[in-house]
């Protein structure tokens, strides 16, 4: 019962640095930014690093939970992962930063939910008695997971166009934060 | 779409909008409205169901939203962080045209 009241309130507490990350930004994200504020919003990333770690774990895990739904076959499955390998080689996994893998990251996340929806439409619609308003709800789904992937892609470009290398030590609890720009 | 009692007997009827009216179509008797009523309740059955696995995926789209608006938060942080905003959908710096000249 402690157990459960712990993970209770360490989500309560991800959820309240969540919700203050984004309060921070809002401040922030204007045209002529108030340094002070960004300055706090510095410190505030300094001392939660978790939210990129956060991040970092939840694309690997809603990728997972994506290739266990039932509608995937084996086939989709093999397919998935091959494509995944290839989509890491060309974006270059392997040698990327910890953010530029992290946005990575997120366009595999959403290519695979991409995909899946694509796979549902062909195997749960065609041939089926679906009325125009259920088609036309999957259609708007379809559309808006497309545009998700394509502004992941967005945020990759923008990260390696700008240059920004931002160390962030993932490892460990205690970590350092330089921004080095090209 | 219902039955309705008219003395000891049913009949099945279904009621269609038209304009600002709405009309009652009679569609059979004890006997013979079994079917087209069975065919009705099918139908909502089924719309029930396809609305239901239809909140079930959408449900599945909320943490894949959630995920990327937490990496795009994330990206535009350390944007502005580097001296980066956003000016009508374009990143830049505000020195930018400053140093040009």
């Given at each position: 019962?402690?157990?459960?009241?712990?993970?209770?309130?360490?989500?309560?507490?991800?959820?309240?640095?969540?919700?203050?990350?984004?309060?921070?930004?809002?401040n922030?994200?204007?045209?002529?930014?108030?340094?002070?504020?960004?300055?706090?919003?510095?410190?505030?990333?300094?001392?939660?690093?978790?939210?990129?770690?956060?991040?970092?774990?939840?694309?690997?895990?809603?990728?997972?939970?994506?290739?266990?739904?039932?509608?995937?076959?084996?086939?989709?499955?093999?397919?998935i992962?091959?494509?995944?390998?290839?989509?890491?080689?060309?974006?270059?996994?392997?040698?990327s930063?910890?953010?530029?893998?992290?946005?990575?990251?997120?366009?595999?996340?959403t290519?695979?939910?991409?995909?899946?929806?694509?796979?549902?439409?062909?195997?749960?619609?065609?041939?089926?008695?679906?009325?125009?308003?259920?088609?036309?709800?999957?259609?708007q789904?379809?559309?808006?997971?497309?545009?998700?992937?394509?502004?992941?892609?967005?945020?990759?470009?923008?990260?390696?166009?700008?240059?920004?290398?931002?160390?962030?030590?993932?490892?460990?609890?205690?970590?350092?934060?330089?921004?080095?720009?090209? | 779409?219902?039955?309705?009692?008219?003395?000891?007997?049913?009949?099945?009827?279904?009621?269609?909008?038209?304009?600002?009216?709405?009309?009652?179509?009679?569609?059979?008797?004890?006997?013979?409205?079994?079917?087209?009523?069975?065919?009705?309740?099918?139908?909502?059955?089924?719309?029930e169901?396809?609305?239901?696995?239809?909140?079930?995926?959408?449900?599945?789209?909320?943490?894949?939203?959630?995920?990327?608006?937490?990496?795009?938060?994330?990206?535009?942080?350390?944007?502005?962080?580097?001296?980066?905003?956003?000016?009508?959908?374009?990143?830049r710096?505000?020195?930018?045209?400053?140093?040009?000249?």
């Amino acid at each position: 019962m402690n157990e459960i009241v712990k993970t209770e309130v360490l989500d309560n507490d991800k959820e309240r640095i969540l919700q203050k990350f984004k309060e921070l930004f809002k401040n922030v994200a204007l045209d002529s930014p108030n340094p002070d504020q960004v300055e706090e919003l510095k410190q505030f990333i300094q001392e939660n690093q978790t939210i990129f770690r956060e991040t970092y774990n939840l694309a690997n895990m809603v990728v997972d939970n994506l290739l266990s739904l039932p509608e995937t076959n084996l086939t989709f499955k093999a397919a998935i992962k091959e494509s995944l390998k290839d989509i890491k080689n060309q974006y270059g996994y392997s040698y990327s930063s910890i953010i530029e893998k992290m946005v990575i990251d997120s366009i595999i996340v959403t290519w695979v939910r991409w995909q899946y929806l694509e796979l549902i439409f062909t195997t749960t619609f065609f041939g089926k008695d679906f009325s125009i308003q259920s088609r036309k709800q999957y259609d708007q789904l379809l559309t808006s997971a497309h545009k998700r992937y394509l502004r992941s892609i967005d945020a990759l470009v923008r990260i390696r166009k700008i240059g920004v290398n931002l160390q962030i030590n993932v490892a460990n609890n205690v970590g350092t934060q330089n921004v080095h720009q090209k | 779409m219902a039955w309705e009692q008219r003395g000891k007997k049913k009949y099945y009827y279904r009621k269609k909008r038209i304009g600002n009216r709405v009309t009652s179509i009679y569609l059979g008797n004890e006997k013979s409205g079994k079917i087209p009523a069975a065919k009705d309740e099918n139908k909502r059955t089924t719309g029930e169901k396809q609305k239901d696995w239809l909140c079930e995926v959408m449900e599945g789209e909320k943490e894949v939203d959630k995920m990327a608006d937490q990496v795009e938060l994330a990206v535009n942080s350390i944007l502005l962080i580097s001296g980066y905003h956003c000016h009508k959908g374009q990143w830049r710096k505000p020195h930018e045209r400053n140093s040009q000249n």
